[in-house]
């Protein structure tokens, strides 16, 4: 990275592009775990639906917490740059 923090607009779209393809796989492979691991429970069981159901609920809840602690590094991120932007070498500055 340069001294002055400036990046390549090529390289700031492919990580944007990498954060997004990061958050579809956090919310959809613990839904799609879920059900493929009920479904293998269920046939293995002879229970009906229930074990399918039940990590399905399961997957849809671990995969939104996913979200919302993707969202939330995002958000801290945010904030520290623009901390940093205020206060470039990260010192206080007196007005």
């Known amino acids: 990275m340069t001294e002055n ?6 390289e700031a779209s492919w990580r944007q592009a990498l954060r997004a393809i990061s958050l579809g796989w956090d919310l959809a492979l613990p839904i799609f775990g879920g059900v493929l691991l009920g479904h293998l429970l ?3 069981l002879g229970t009906g639906h229930i074990f399918t159901l039940g990590l399905l ?8 917490f996913n979200v919302a602690r993707f969202i939330q590094r ?15 070498n ?6």
């Open 90 to 95: 990260g010192e206080e500055v007196d007005e």
């Open 57 to 64: 609920m399961l997957g849809i809840g671990v995969g939104y």
């Open 74 to 88: 995002i958000d801290r991120k945010g904030r520290e740059d623009v901390i940093q932007k205020e206060t470039p």
């Open 5 to 10: 923090n400036k990046q390549d607009p090529g």
């Open 42 to 44: 269920d046939r293995w």
